[in-house]
């Protein structure tokens, strides 16, 4: 790929790993309940590294992609940082430290594919600092327009100082925040220095029970309230199997799920803002006018595929794949997307 929008990515979040257990039946855990359930063969990661990898993997070393975190001197990070490195993220600012372990989560998922997970907040990935940003852009020699990438499972601090330094050097600002954090990115401000936020129903619903909103359209209503703090806000709200809803220039549009058997959709989401920040770097827009399919078709169906893998990385999707995907199903997708994401290196 050549002629690529931007020039960089920088990202932060949590860095690390976990297991997963499946329960036998749909019914929610209950507060004091301790219940059997199969401990499955798969592996886990954590939100940046997953992100991050699919970003690498379609943009085939076409430009650097960073990552600034913190691992724990264990096997848990010693094997994030290796697949990192492999796919071609730059962790030279990714450190070991030496008092914290790797973040670690306990993921559990329904028969009905409903799930969640328990995630450590005392790991290294918590002790992520404002100063190891501000340490990057003083030690990168890094020109042109970058995309920031503010991942969750780091301090909120961390993510506001990102995307404060990436509104001052121009960058085009992505990130994803936590239903507990809403109200203070309210408070805050730092939804004001995002160009794309990317939640699901659950973030969404979130928000607007902070701002006290009375809806009848409760997606175009989250999407008018960001776009009074940021005109050219960009959202992504992901709905599961029921699709997403995208928003850019004050017009919105429902993209549906393709339906696969599902093995796992533990990171099924971050695939999907992966594929649409790939996307955007290859200079494709989120919204096209148009009868043929678009960026958040092309997300939907990477998605599709990675819900078929057990793992939360789908370490065989890339552009090839997803060609071949969408030949077998048949998608016209938009001149756009044939000419700039599939064009050969």
Known sequence: MKNLKYDYVVGTGGIGGGVLFRF?????????????????DTKDFCKLHIILHYIAVYMENELPIYAIGRVGNDSNGEEALSLMKKYGINCSHVSVDPKAKTMYSVC????????????????????????????????????????????????????????????????FN????????????????????????????????????????EYDNPYQECYEYLKSRNPKMRLIITLGGEGAFLFENGSGERVPAIWKPVNSTAGAG????????SGLL????????????????????????????????????NRKKLYQEKE???????????????RKS
């Open 270 to 277: 971050d695939c999907f803002l992966a594929t649409v920040i």
């Open 328 to 342: 077998k199903l048949g998608i016209e997708f938009s001149e756009k997307i044939n000419r700039l994401f599939w």
């Open 108 to 171: 559990f998922v329904y028969p009905n594919s409903d799930g969640g997970n328990i995630t450590s907040q005392n790991s290294a990935s918590g002790n992520v600092s404002v100063e190891d940003v501000e340490y990057f852009f003083e030690k990168e020699d890094v020109r042109g327009r970058g995309l920031v990438l503010a991942a969750p499972e780091v301090a909120l601090e961390v993510r506001e100082a990102l995307l404060q330094k990436g509104r001052e050097r121009g960058c």
């Open 24 to 40: 036998f039946d749909d019914t929610t855990l209950g507060r004091n309940e301790s219940r059997l359930a199969e401990l499955m």
């Open 282 to 317: 290859c200079g494709i827009p989120l919204l096209e006018n148009g009868e043929k399919v678009g960026l958040g078709g092309l997300a939907s169906l990477a998605s599709s595929i990675k819900v078929t893998c057990k793992d939360t990385i789908d370490f065989s999707l």
């Open 174 to 213: 992505v990130a994803s925040f936590a239903s507990e954090e809403m109200a203070e990115c309210v408070e805050l401000g730092i939804l004001d220095n995002v160009d794309l936020l990317a939640i699901n129903e659950h973030e969404m619903e979130a928000l607007l029970h902070v701002l006290e909103l």
